[in-house]
């Protein structure tokens, strides 16, 4: 399996996992920000998902011209978040857009709501994270701010043009796509990351495009989920003949990530259920150090918020 770099644009890194088969992996401080895909299935391309903004998609749409003298004819959306989905409008026109029924649904719920947030808010943000970032000494949180000062910069830059395009083919549960070549298993998880979250599997090469159910060497999002159903997610995928995960942020992963990744939804419900039995609250739970472990992780800010998630589901 060829996993060579090739660095085709500021916002992503090119590696080839298969014939026919890239990954995208967003670089930091670029205005990608997650991770996508493009797969020949054989007379049937698709792409799976396109970035936070349409200057990064404009790139990879670019790199498909280049690679396979053509645009996707099929875009796979993973969920509803803008950086999944706001590079859609950049291939609208040549693809039907696919996702689950329910992130369709979201698109015009959370995703309306996401969208009126970021036209107020952006331009503010990035000047904030720029100040901080001048004014940093810390080494992990400057990397930090220059991956968020990439994403504001990005959105400010692409939201007075931005439109925002709704899948136009859902499925439930499950679909295949089928080609000459190979066959792309798209199946969707409930309330693991999102209400609904999907992965595309290619089972006679061992790929799995996870999206935001796996971060690599990154502290995941929980706020939105259900810790439990995304344990139960994880080991559900686990058990698929898989040699290669694509995560949704982060560089490529193995199984060894999986149960990374279980390990730490483990150890935030442990800390909770540990300070609730102790009759404690959210100032106690906020006043646990970050174990060493995951201190080299990226979005260490994710990590209180999602202590705090945690806390807030139990208690309910």
């Keep these: 399996m060829d996993k060579s770099s090739n660095q085709v644009s500021k916002h992503f890194s090119i590696q080839q996992l298969a014939d026919g088969v890239y990954a995208a992996i967003h670089t930091e401080g670029g205005a990608a920000i997650c991770n996508a895909g493009l797969i020949e299935l054989g007379g049937l391309l698709v792409g799976f998902d396109t970035f936070l903004t349409p200057q990064a998609a404009e790139d990879l749409k670019q790199f498909s011209l280049n690679t396979f003298g053509r645009a996707p004819q099929i875009v796979v959306n993973s969920h509803y978040h803008n950086d ?6 950049v291939f609208a026109k040549e693809a039907q857009i696919i996702s689950s029924l329910g ?22 943000q990035l000047e ?10 810390d080494e992990g949180e400057r990397i930090e701010l220059i991956g968020m000062c990439g994403y504001y910069a990005g959105l400010v830059e692409a939201l ?21 070549k190979r066959c792309a298993e798209l199946i969707t998880f409930e309330n693991a990351h999102t209400a609904s ?72 419900q442990h800390a909770v259920t540990e ?23 990226q979005m260490r800010q994710m990590f209180r918020g999602n202590l705090k998630s945690t806390y807030e589901r139990m208690k309910r």
Excluded at 202 to 209: A, E, Q, V, Y
Aim: charged residues 25%; hydrophobic residues 35%; proline residues 5%.
């Design 197 to 268: 979250d999907t992965v595309l599997f290619l089972p006679s090469d061992g790929i799995l495009f996870m999206s935001d159910l796996l971060f690599v060497q990154s502290h995941p999002y929980l706020s939105e989920g259900n810790p439990d159903a995304l344990l139960a997610a994880l080991r559900q995928l686990s058990k698929l003949d898989v040699d290669c995960y694509v995560p949704g942020h982060g560089s490529l992963g193995s199984k060894k990530d999986i149960e990374r990744l279980n390990e730490y939804v483990i150890f935030c």
């Design 275 to 297: 300070v609730i039995d102790a009759g404690g609250g959210l100032d106690a739970l906020m006043e646990i150090d970050l174990p060493d472990e995951y201190q080299p992780w």
């Design 84 to 89: 999944h989905v706001w590079g859609d409008q």
């Design 128 to 137: 904030n994270m720029q100040e901080r970032l001048q004014s940093c000494q």
């Design 103 to 124: 992130t369709r649904r979201l698109f015009d719920t959370e995703g309306k709501a996401e969208l009126e947030w970021y036209t107020v808010h952006s331009a503010q």
């Design 160 to 180: 007075p043009n931005l439109t925002v395009h709704k899948p136009s083919i859902t499925f439930e549960r499950s679909l295949t796509l089928h080609g000459e």
